[in-house]
C-alpha cells in the first residue's frame, strides 16, 4: 500500500481542485493537490513539499480532514487529506492540466479520482 497526502485548501467557500495531466494514471480526472509520502518524510513535510513542486506554493498544513483507503487496479493507496492554507505563492500549472476552485455544490459537474469519492460525500454534508 502506498502512503498518499493531499491537501484541502479553502478560499472562503470555495476549495481547490486540480486536474491530473493527461499523460499520467487517471489522466484528466480532478483531485486534490498531493502526492506520494517519501522514506523519511512526515505526511506534513511530504504534502508541503508536493504543493511546491506542483503548484510552487508553500502552504501551512493543520488537521487531517479524513483518511481513505482505496484499490485502484494498478495501486493500492491510504489518502490522508489535510486541511491547509496557502502561506506563499499563487497557484501555477507546473504538473496539471489545469486548477479550479470550486464551491461543494460544484463537485457534480467535474469527473474525479474514484478514491476521493469518499471525501466529496463527506464535504457535500
Known amino acids: 500500500m502506498v502512503e498518499v497526502v493531499a ?3 479553502w478560499d472562503k467557500r470555495r476549495f481547490m481542485i486540480c486536474q491530473r495531466p493527461k499523460n499520467k494514471a487517471r489522466g ?3 483531485e486534490f493537490v498531493g502526492g506520494k509520502v517519501e522514506a523519511g518524510e512526515t505526511k506534513a513535510q511530504a504534502l508541503i513539499r508536493e504543493c511546491k513542486e506542483e503548484l510552487d506554493i508553500t502552504i501551512s498544513p493543520a488537521d487531517v480532514f479524513m483518511e ?17 492554507t496557502i502561506s506563499i505563492g499563487t497557484p501555477k ?21 474514484p ?3 469518499v471525501i466529496l460525500e463527506k464535504l457535500k454534508q
Open 68 to 84: 481513505v483507503t482505496h484499490e485502484y487496479p494498478d495501486i493500492t493507496i491510504h489518502l490522508t487529506l489535510i486541511n491547509a
Open 93 to 113: 500549472l507546473l504538473e496539471h492540466a489545469a486548477i479550479e476552485w470550486i464551491t461543494v455544490d460544484e463537485i457534480v459537474n467535474y469527473n474525479f479520482c
Open 115 to 117: 478514491a476521493d469519492y
Open 28 to 30: 484528466l480526472l480532478w
Open 7 to 9: 491537501a484541502l485548501i
